[in-house]
Structure formats: C-alpha cells, structure tokens
C-alpha cells in the first residue's frame, strides 16, 4: 500500500514539474519578437552579409583580447582546469596519446619490444636516405611532415 501511494505522489511530482516547464517555455515564446516580414528580409543580393549599425546597438561592448604569448599558449594547454597552476597529473595527461600509440597491444604497459619497434619504425621514417644515419634536415624534414 505505501509504495502504490508513493509511486502515485511520485507521478504527480514529475506531472507538476512538466507543467510548470511546459508553461515556462510557453511565457518565453509569447515574450519573443516578432519575425521580420519576408520583404524586409530579402535584400537584391542574396549573398550580401547583413550588416550592424552602430548608433542601433545596445549593451556592453565585447570585451578587448590580449595577445597571448607562446609561453603562455602552452601553460594554457597543460592547465586543463584553468586554476593558473600545473599539477603532475595534468602535466602527464597530455602524454597520454603518445603512450596509447606506443603500446601496441592496449594493455596499459609499455614493453621494451612495443617502444623498440615503434622507435626504429620512426627511425627508418626519418632516416630518408637509408644510409643509417638521421641528418638534420631529414630531422626537419619529417617534423615538418607530421606537422602537415
């Protein structure tokens, strides 16, 4: 007898809450402008951007951006929580995607078999000539390919 009684003051809970969300959404929309008339929206250019004039607009204005430095380019890139401070774990979550691709079979550890291959694949990659030796503008060359 208690949980049919529950269950029913449960329904009419969630039943008031949809009403009250329901009759919510319904103030908004009458509070919405109306759309602009078909004529006034079309202009003899299809492809013309709208323009915005100055003396119409209201509000605050947008806020002006700084120039951001490289240096802080790459602290923004390690502080995911963006609280101006670096912890290990964040600095370490960014390795993560390397890790994954050098361990082969997904178990969560790198054997020195998984890091061989991969390194003397990426050295066979970057070793252009094939004389066994890695050149500086080899080096470049295939950085500026990974970059691509």
């Known amino acids: 007898m ?10 009419m809970v969630l ?10 959404r319904a103030q908004v929309e009458e509070g919405a402008p109306p759309p602009a008339p078909l004529e006034a929206s079309r202009s003899a250019d299809p492809e013309a951007l709208p323009t915005a004039f100055a003396q119409d607009a209201r509000g605050v204005a947008p806020p002006e951006v700084d ?14 929580n963006r609280d101006g401070r670096v912890t290990r774990n964040e600095m ?20 020195f078999e998984e ?13 252009s000539s094939g004389d066994g030796n890695v050149t500086l503008a080899e080096t470049a060359a295939f950085y500026r390919r990974q970059d691509q």
């Open 67 to 80: 120039e951001v430095t490289r240096d802080q380019s790459r602290f923004f890139r390690l502080d995911r």
């Open 115 to 127: 890091w061989a291959v991969t390194t003397s694949e990426r050295f066979a990659e970057m070793d």
């Open 92 to 111: 370490l979550s960014t390795r993560t995607n390397a890790f994954r691709k050098l361990d082969a079979d997904g178990n969560n550890l790198l054997t």
């Open 2 to 11: 208690n949980r049919l009684l529950l269950g029913a003051f449960g329904a």
């Open 15 to 24: 039943l008031a809450i949809g009403l009250f969300w329901l009759e919510g």
